[in-house]
């Protein structure tokens, strides 16, 4: 069945830098955009990054020059590399496949939690 | 900050209907773009519930219905039952961002 598993989240401190991974299983992998999006309690869902199939990306532009997101089709992965991480991007960040020519989200991971705290 | 606004919460009795409201603007809702539902249940990733605004993937029961309208869109349960309970969460397109959209800010619904 269709899956994505995030990992990499923890505990890092203001400034410092994280790695997250998504494995996705299930599907042809590199048909889809894929995206990142995560979940705060006093702000919600809020879109991240997503990557198309052919590799071109958009950001939010709360991490535009700190997040980076990157693919490789040939391990079903996406990943999103975070630095100078600030306490404000403390949340749970899910992976999540968009559909083939629209832009709804099916399905998300189990999410990783990242906290941002000295 | 989202520009979908829908309410904090809704509650209901088992058995009762209960709807949710997304308002958004005219650059996004208001501007013929799709309207997708998602539901939270306690401690689990969102999980698709309507796209296209009133389109049920398969597996979800026919008392999750979605409609739109103007600037705003609804989510109605019917037959409201204790597993419903979870937060809902409106996804639509604005042309004044970039990327695949903008969430709504969420409604947590009581049974």
């Known amino acids: 069945q269709v899956q994505l598993v995030e990992s990499g989240g923890g505990l890092v401190k203001p400034g410092g830098s994280l790695r997250l991974s998504c494995a996705a299983s299930g599907f042809t992998f590199s048909d889809y955009y894929m995206g990142w999006i995560r979940q705060t309690p006093g702000k919600g869902l809020e879109f991240v990054s997503y990557m198309s199939s052919g590799g071109s990306s958009i950001y939010a532009d709360s991490v535009k020059g700190r997040f980076t997101i990157s693919r490789d089709n040939s391990k079903n992965s996406l990943y999103l590399q975070m630095n100078s991480l600030r306490t404000e991007d403390t949340a749970v960040y899910y992976c999540?496949?968009?559909?083939?020519?629209?832009?709804?989200?099916?399905?998300w991971g189990q999410g990783t939690l990242v906290t941002v705290s000295s | 900050q989202s520009v979908l606004t829908q309410p904090p919460s809704v509650s209901g009795a088992p058995g009762q209907r209960v709807t949710i409201s997304c308002t958004g603007t005219?650059?996004?809702?208001?501007?013929?773009?799709?309207v997708h539902w998602y539901q939270q249940l306690p401690g689990t990733a969102p999980k698709l519930l309507i796209y296209?605004?009133?389109n049920r993937p398969s597996g979800v029961p026919d008392r999750f219905s979605g409609s739109r309208s103007g600037t705003s869109a609804s989510l109605a349960i019917t037959g409201l039952q204790a597993e419903d309970e979870a937060d809902y969460y409106c996804q639509s397109y604005d042309s004044n961002l970039s990327g695949p959209g903008v969430f709504g800010t969420g409604t947590k619904v009581t049974v």
């Open positions: 999540a496949r968009q559909q083939l020519g629209d832009n709804w989200f099916d399905p």
């Open positions: 005219s650059s996004n809702i208001g501007a013929g773009y799709d």
């Open positions: 296209r605004n009133r």
